[in-house]
């Protein structure tokens, strides 16, 4: 099955730095990634995703990397604020059944 | 999304005993899915449902069964809990596109004692 590897497991930046996070997958024929915020107490939701067919995709200070070839995807964020601070999980699927596997998450902190 | 419900929101219970977790959903979506959160293991699937007819194990299954009683309506139980399945547990649905997002419940904390 698939295995999702996530990097860093945290990560604390200066507010108006940016930030990445760095995900691996092993099953080539994967073809969507998404990737979710959870905030402290709440439910995990999805801020961007990315499929094979795009290699970047950009939504104001959030952008998503894929490299196919390497198998590998990244989260960009720029311009950190403090309620950026949360949570961030990768996940990817793909082939006959499309469920998602997520990576085990990685705790970002913007200092203020 | 107040469309994807779960009860209880918060259980204590004690080792042995049956419990069951409830996920409702007004979304219209055919896929459902349990997941578990523990810290440091992210979000891993118990088990997930195509429609009512289909039910299918994820990676972390023993120890857990579930029920798909309609489209909107989708329970996990655990027939004799155990302290190691204190965890986080999130419902989440999605449509039948294999890329459509997945909604996230608000989640249900269990703690066995």
């Known amino acids: 099955g698939e295995n999702v590897e996530q990097h860093p497991s945290t990560l604390s930046v200066q507010e108006g730095d940016s930030a990445v996070i760095k995900c691996t997958y092993s099953?080539?024929?994967?073809?969507?990634f998404p990737w979710y915020k959870q905030e402290l107490g709440k439910r995990p939701q999805l801020i961007i995703d990315?499929?094979?067919?795009?290699g970047e995709k950009k939504d104001q200070r959030i952008a998503v990397t894929l490299n196919k070839t390497a198998k590998h995807f990244s989260l960009h964020i720029t311009e950190t604020q403090p309620e950026d601070s949360a949570v961030y999980f990768c996940?990817?699927?793909?082939?006959?059944?499309?469920?998602?596997?997520f990576g085990k998450g990685t705790l970002l902190t913007v200092n203020p | 999304d107040a469309d994807v419900t779960q009860t209880p929101r918060n259980r204590i219970t004690k080792t042995g005993k049956r419990i069951m977790l409830e996920c409702s959903q007004t979304?219209?979506?055919?896929?459902m899915y349990w997941y578990r959160q523990d810290p440091g293991l992210g979000l891993r699937l118990i088990y997930y449902?195509?429609?009512?007819?289909?039910?299918n194990k994820g990676e972390i299954s023993d120890g857990y069964s579930v029920s798909r009683q309609a489209q909107a309506k989708f329970s996990l139980s655990l027939e004799s809990a155990i302290p190691n399945q204190t965890a986080l547990y999130f419902c989440?649905?999605?449509?039948?596109?294999?890329?459509?997002?997945?909604?996230f419940g608000p989640g249900t904390r269990l703690t066995v004692l």
């Open positions: 989440a649905t999605s449509g039948q596109g294999g890329t459509d997002t997945q909604y």
């Open positions: 099953d080539s024929a994967s073809n969507y």
């Open positions: 990315i499929r094979s067919n795009v």
């Open positions: 996940a990817a699927s793909g082939g006959s059944n499309y469920k998602l596997t």
């Open positions: 979304k219209g979506h055919d896929r």
């Open positions: 449902s195509f429609d009512v007819k289909d039910i």
